[in-house]
Structures are given as C-alpha cells and as structure tokens.
C-alpha cells in the first residue's frame, strides 16, 4: 500500500478541522484565560506556547529535507521547544505534547465521548452513498454507542481467544506462502518485500475474523474479486491523499475525486455481499430452529442492536485499520531480529522450551513467552504504527498553567515519546529485554508508550492484531533462522500515515534443523 507523506497531511488536516476550532478567536480565547477566579494564578493562553508557524514548517520540512521524516521532526521540536509548543500553520493551531507527564493530564481530561479529527471526506463519502458511518467516522454519543457493541467479542484477552484457531489456520498459510516465495529467489531462501507478504497475511486475518471467510489473499494466485478489493483499499489511500490536500474546486476537473469514491464504493460493495451472504445463512438457521453458529460476524448480525447499514460501515473500517499495525509491526520485528542473532536465538530457545516440535502454538503457549511478547513490544516502541494522533479538546482543558478552550486541536507526538532517553535508556536501539520485569532497569511511564491509544478511543482491535502478530512470530522463529539479505542495505522509516520503511526489506528465511543424536538445533 502506497501513502504520502504524513507531513503533507498535517499541513491540509488543520484546513479539515477548521469548521470545529475556527469559531474560538484569538481574542476570545485571551478572554477566556484571564477570567480566573479572585486569587487564583492567572493561566497563560496557549497562544503563549514556543512553537513554529508555516515559516517553521517549510524550513523543516521542505528546506532541511524532512517532509518523509515528520516522525523525525517531533524529536526536533522536543529539544528545540520543550515537551508542549503549538505548531501553527495557516489560520489554525496545533498543540503538540511530547510528555509522557502530559499527555496523561491531557487524556484524563477528555471526557466520555473523546473527538479525534475530523474524518471529513470518509464522511463525505458515506453521505452521498447513503452508507452508515463506521468507528472511526462516527462521533458523540452514537459512536460511543457504536463501539460499546463492537468492543465485545473483541476487546478483551480472553474474548481474541476464540479466533485462535482461525488466527493459526491463516498463520499456517502464511508459511506455505513464505516458503513459495523464497523459492523464487536465486538462492532459494530469500523472500523479497517481507512488508508486502505480511500484509496479504494481515488482510485474510482480519477477513477470516470479520467475515467469517477466506478470501483467499495468500493463494499462489488470488482470486480476482480479492485482488480488486485488495487493489481497491490501496487505491482509496492514494487518492485520499490528493483529495485531503486539493480544493474542492478541483474536484470537476481532475481524477482524484472520482476514483476515491470509486474505490471505497468496491470496499463497501465487497464487504455487503459477504455480510449479506452470512445473513442469509443466519436466518436459515433459524427457520431450522437452530442457533447462529459463527463468531464476530455472526454477533454483529444476531444481536439486533446494530442495522445491516451500521454493521457494514463498522466492518469496513475496522478491516481498514486492522491490517497495517500487523503488517508493518511483523516486517520490523523480522528486520531487527535478523540483525541481532543474540535476541534471535534467545527467542528460538524461548519458543521451543514451551512448543514440542512440530506442534503450533497456541494462545496458552504464549502466555508462557515473555520474551516473545517483549520483542513485539519493543517493535511497537521503536515504530509505533501510527507515529502521531490527534484529538480536538470537547470541553476546555487546562495543562501546565495553560488553558486551552473547547476546540483545540492536540497532536500526541507518539514517536517523540517512545524515544525518549528520560524514560527508555538507548531509546534508538532494538533492546527488547527492556519490557521484561527482572531486567527492566529503568522505570517506564504507562503513557511513555502508546502504540494503541488509550482509553475508550483506544484501539479496538488491539488484542486481535497483539494474537496475529505473536503466534505468527513463534511460527516463524520455531521454522525459519532470519538473516539479512547481503544485497541489502540499511533500512529507514518514512512517515507516510504509518511508519514505513523506505525501502522494501528482503531477507533470508534458513530452514532450522534438528540433530537427532545431539537434541542440538542449529
């Protein structure tokens, strides 16, 4: 999947939130302020914050070369500012928060119904489709009311237990796939764009869970209607981008427009006729007296607290949002673990001191690899899935002696946090004995990393993508010893709305073997 860069995002999304922040001036916003009660220290406007305008932005971005490297950029300004400053570009201004400290402040002041910014053209979308807005698009209280029915059956460690199976089945797959791939290559063990094999992996699981069916996205060759919805979520992102970022003048006289509503009609379209499908199955089974039999999908249709239309709205997001944070995390985990063969091997030990040979692990198994969840952890730390979030103030805060009004706009620089050498040492190095409790030598704060949110805005597919990604790891550690491909060279992130790498990263999959004799694996 193809993204621009997030800085260019960044730049237009202030434009996007304008009709929710533009209503506070500045000179209301300064009244605000200064009305505190007698005696009390007067609080300073956030206008007051250090921080950079548009000025700032092109210098940084654009001048110094930084536009692929927001994520870059944040530990700049950190140094540079401090761990709170304002970013203001065009006619509106950004609150940026880089501590951990803070941010805490920040996200226990959000209420029970927390606003991220504004979806303006996911929306769009949905308005003039007549469709139901999903998790993401939705707001208030109907999206609160909306993920109360989604979070079940989801959200909980021991509710993602019951898509094990199907989880493994994929992850089964998976390895077929990895081995056809290597195959190709010269050598016969190096698999190229790891990234790309993990995402056709990442997308048939969340399918097979929120479907209830394979789509096929690991087969030698993919079935045609899934390579054109696989082509579709990549072309929707794309012309997003320009769509996001272009008037809406130009929306008669160039393609962007069209093709992106055209894509997500195939999303939607794709995703209905499998909704309907299960459906149909349902009320069959029950003019047969019998019960549902299935399990996220099934509940969504059966529990009667969500329409067909909402039901297809959620489905089509949540598959949107739960592909990249497995993908990209797996291809740098394999990365970093084929670079240090310590870490690696440890691992391995780890994974075949609680599965026998030949066996497939299972979600009890993994309860039992603490390191193998660290290694995971550390990934998520480095590169969290999406390196900035935002959220718009619903009610007037009030952080570190400024006060902020209804309206503000905060981004949560969560790749400034995450490296932060207060609160992680080495915080640029791959150490994932850091997570482990007998060998943490350093005290983390809990919002020091946050690779799936927090609170009710939090991720609600976390525990399912945390199952995809461990129980594919120990797959492929118990099968395969990762080298570095020797073409290959050293491999960057880029901010393009998630942290990608900048080049495609290939590597060597070595088969693993057993001298019987010596019990000794090599």
């Known amino acids: 999947m193809s993204f621009v860069s997030l800085g260019i995002l960044r730049l237009t999304r202030w434009r996007s939130l304008q009709p929710k922040c533009a209503g506070i001036c500045f000179q209301q916003r300064k009244a605000t302020a200064g009305s505190t009660a007698a005696g009390a220290p007067s609080l300073k406007d956030f206008q007051e914050l250090p921080g950079f305008g548009f000025g700032g932005f092109v210098y940084w971005s654009l001048l110094r070369g930084y536009i692929l490297h927001s994520h870059e950029l944040q530990v700049i ?6 761990p709170i400053w304002k970013s203001a570009i065009g006619r509106e201004t950004s609150v940026c928060i880089a501590s951990p400290e803070i941010m805490e402040k920040m ?25 139901a807005c999903g998790p993401l698009t939705e707001e208030g209280e109907r999206w609160y009311h909306l993920r109360q029915v989604l979070n079940k059956r989801m959200l909980k460690p021991a509710e993602a237990v019951l898509y094990a199976d199907v989880i493994n089945e994929v992850v089964s797959d998976l390895m077929v796939h990895l081995n056809n791939e290597r195959e190709k290559s010269p050598s016969g063990v190096v698999v190229k764009d790891v990234a790309n094999q993990l995402y056709r992996f990442a997308l048939e699981g969340i399918s097979s869970i929120l479907f209830e069916t394979r789509l096929g996205c690991l087969r030698k060759q993919i079935p045609a209607k899934t390579q054109d919805f696989i082509n579709s979520i990549g072309r929707m992102f794309k012309n997003f981008v320009f769509v996001n970022a272009l008037p809406k003048w130009t929306r008669e006289v ?3 427009w069209n093709r992106y ?21 349902i009320t069959a089974q029950l003019k047969d007296g019998e019960n549902p039999k299935g399990e996220y999908l099934t509940y969504l249709l059966s529990n009667e607290k969500l329409s067909i239309e909402e039901v297809s709205g959620s489905v089509a997001e949540l598959l949107i949002a739960g592909v990249d944070t497995t993908s990209n995390t797996l291809a740098w985990t394999l990365y970093h673990l084929a670079k240090d063969n310590e ?26 690899m603490p390191l193998l969840k660290a290694v995971i952890k550390e990934t998520l730390r480095l590169y969290p899935v999406v390196p900035i979030n935002s959220r718009v103030a619903v009610n007037d805060v009030i952080i570190e002696g400024y006060h902020f009004p209804k309206g503000t706009l905060f981004s949560f620089c969560y790749f400034a946090l995450s490296r932060d050498e207060t609160n992680f040492l080495d915080p640029n190095k791959f150490v994932p ?90």
């Open 107 to 131: 996200m226990r002041q959000e209420g029970k119904y927390p606003m991220r910014y504004d979806m303006a053209e996911w929306k769009e979308h949905r308005t003039l489709r007549g469709l």
């Open 433 to 522: 004995r850091r997570w482990l409790r007998e060998q943490r030598t350093l005290a983390h704060h809990p919002f020091s990393s946050l690779p799936f949110g927090y609170g009710v805005r939090g991720c609600v597919g976390r525990r399912i993508a945390e199952l995809e990604m461990h129980l594919a790891l120990a797959r492929i550690v118990q099968k395969y010893e990762i080298r570095p491909d020797p073409q290959g060279g050293k491999v960057q992130p880029l901010a393009r709305v998630t942290l990608v790498a900048d080049r495609p990263i290939n590597l060597q999959f070595l088969d693993r073997w057993m001298d019987d004799s010596s019990h000794a694996f090599r």
């Open 77 to 82: 300004y950190k140094k540079l500012y401090g």
């Open 254 to 256: 160039l393609p962007f």
């Open 261 to 281: 509503l055209e894509s997500w009609d195939t999303i939607f379209a794709f995703g209905q006729k499998l909704i309907d499908k299960r459906m149909e199955e």
């Open 343 to 368: 870490i690696q091997n440890a691992l391995f030990q780890e994974v075949m001191g609680v599965v026998p040979k030949g066996q497939i692990p299972t979600t009890e198994d993994v309860a039992r």
